[in-house]
């Protein structure tokens, strides 16, 4: 029987690993520190390393239906344990039991999704001189490096297609969240294969060491721009693959034709969840000068029935910032749009309390320039942008290094896809935000990444192609 408040251990080849040293893991609703997870040293992580390359040549030949259903199995495995998991991640990440849920079931949805993919074979020639087809093999050990927004969702993109190509993992949360991660890789042991899946967690330094460690063949990073730049600068000393999943700054344009009241509440939402700590939330909002007031207010008056407060309690809607130094660069942000004279319509006073609560802040229309439209906040500040013309409003949305997703919002479905199909992102939604499928990918363009997850593309990013031909006669 699993306990899910105590006794964090590493799993390395199937085993329970206690760690070299260990730290602390805080409460950020308390700020308290609650339990301590293992600091993996570097003679641990080559453990981890090496339990992955001895079990790669097995799992490379297990056929591939078989990795199908042991993939598909770990979707029960969190099902069966979703009370001990979510609380646990409540705990660790601060988000509320709701989230904590849907981020749990998320990642067991994933898994069962991701393993319906097939990987293609591809006849590239079938003439009397030759036969030849492409195929995708496995890589080897994937490295993969998850932040702590959704540890478990966004762990399981990696996991689930490395598994199902034939790789094995090793896996490392941030050092954040790295709790519930941990009892992921307990209660998976003696699910898969020993040494398929391993999961480490540790300091600052653990990342860069497997970004640099000779025995790990891909990384798979999800995290920050400006960290996704030094995984790939590390990377490409041995040349290691690389899939960057890295931050946003989604822009929402808002049409003069919309149902303020009925859109009101999915914008308020598609900018706030989990915090505004989602890579995909709305972090800009272009909204028409003709529907600007009666949008803002209400804005306003939905976000006034919006309880925020420690995940683990009845009705709360919304956690803290998950930790010090992403509250302190909400805090900047703030600070900084003050100091300027923007006017802030709602929020912007940050009490001097236990936890990292940010309260909900709308800027009202800072300058285009300003660091709150250009920076990507990961906190609950949304700068609201009145614009006059469509053209220019693209621009503005397009004119960002990052390009992650964006949405259009308009009555006028077919003139929103116009307007959709101009804006430089991975991924484009209309009257909505945030969908996302294991069968369609999911990726940024410029700065917000490189390569895809989900779908036959993401599933490819954990292979090499391999051209065979065959001679004939
Ligand atoms: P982060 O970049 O600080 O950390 C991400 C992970 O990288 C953590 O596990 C961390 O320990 C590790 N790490 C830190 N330095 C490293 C290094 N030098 N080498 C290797 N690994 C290192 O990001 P974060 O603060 O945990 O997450 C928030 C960011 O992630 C935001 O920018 C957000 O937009 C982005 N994000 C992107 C996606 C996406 O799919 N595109 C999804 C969620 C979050």
Redesign the pocket.
């Known amino acids: 029987m699993t306990t899910f408040d105590s006794d964090f251990t590493m799993t390395i080849g199937g085993k329970a690993v206690a760690g070299a040293a260990s730290f602390p893991v805080l409460n950020p609703a308390t700020e308290q520190a609650f339990a301590q997870a293992p600091d993996c040293s570097p003679e641990q992580l080559d453990q981890a390393v090496a339990a992955a390359r001895a079990a790669f040549p097995a799992w490379a030949v297990t056929p591939y239906a078989d990795r199908q259903k042991l993939v598909a199995s770990i979707a029960g495995v969190l099902a069966a344990n979703l009370d001990g998991l979510h609380r646990l991640l409540t705990r660790e990440q601060g988000k509320t039991h709701v989230n904590a849920q849907g981020d749990v079931m998320g990642g067991a949805h994933w898994c069962q999704q991701a393993a319906t993919l097939e990987l293609p074979v591809t006849v590239v020639e079938d003439t009397p001189e030759r036969y030849g087809e492409t195929r995708h093999v496995p890589i080897g050990v994937v490295g993969a490096?998850?932040?702590?927004?959704?540890p478990v969702i966004?762990a399981f993109f990696k996991v689930a297609p490395a598994l199902l190509a034939g790789n094995t993992v090793v896996l490392?949360?941030?050092?954040f969240t790295p709790l519930t991660t941990l009892k992921i890789g307990e209660i998976l042991r003696g699910v898969l294969p020993d040494g398929v899946l391993n999961v480490v967690t540790g300091g600052?330094m653990?990342?860069?060491w497997?970004?640099s460690h000779p025995g790990i063949d891909k990384i798979s990073?999800?995290?920050?721009?400006?960290?996704?730049r030094?995984?790939m600068a590390?990377a490409a000393a041995s040349l290691k693959r690389v899939t960057l999943?890295?931050?946003?700054n989604d822009a929402a344009i808002v049409l003069p034709d919309v149902d303020v009241a009925d859109v009101a509440e999915k914008l308020f939402w598609a900018a706030f969840g989990n915090t505004g700590q989602i890579?995909i939330a709305t972090k800009r909002m272009y909204v028409h000068k003709d529907i600007y007031e009666p949008l803002k207010a209400a804005l306003v008056d939905y976000a006034k029935t919006v309880k925020i407060g420690d995940g683990a309690e009845q009705g709360t809607q919304l956690g803290p910032i998950q930790n010090r130094p992403?509250y302190e660069r909400v805090l900047d942000l703030i600070a900084d749009a003050k100091a300027k004279g923007y006017d802030f319509i709602l929020g912007g006073d940050v009490a001097d309390a236990p936890g990292y609560f940010v309260p909900i802040s709308i800027i009202d229309n800072p300058p285009e320039g300003s660091r709150i439209v250009q920076e990507?906040q990961?906190g609950p500040v949304l700068p609201l942008l009145k614009f006059d013309n469509i053209e220019d409003a693209i621009s503005r949305a397009n004119a960002s290094e990052y390009g992650?997703g964006a949405s259009v919002w308009s009555a006028d479905t077919a003139k929103a896809l116009e307007i959709g199909s101009r804006l430089q992102t991975g991924t484009v939604w209309i009257n909505e935000t945030q969908h996302l499928s294991p069968l369609a990918a999911?990726g940024?363009h410029k700065q917000?990444?490189l390569g895809s997850?989900g779908a036959l593309e993401g599933l490819l990013e954990y292979t090499n192609a391999q051209t065979t031909f065959v001679k004939r006669g």
Do not use: H, R, Y
């Open positions: 490096i998850a932040p702590w927004n959704f966004l490392k949360p941030s050092p600052d653990l990342g860069p497997m970004t990073f999800t995290g920050s721009t400006q960290t996704g030094k995984v590390s999943e890295l931050g946003g890579c992403q990507e990961f992650l999911f940024g917000s990444g997850e």
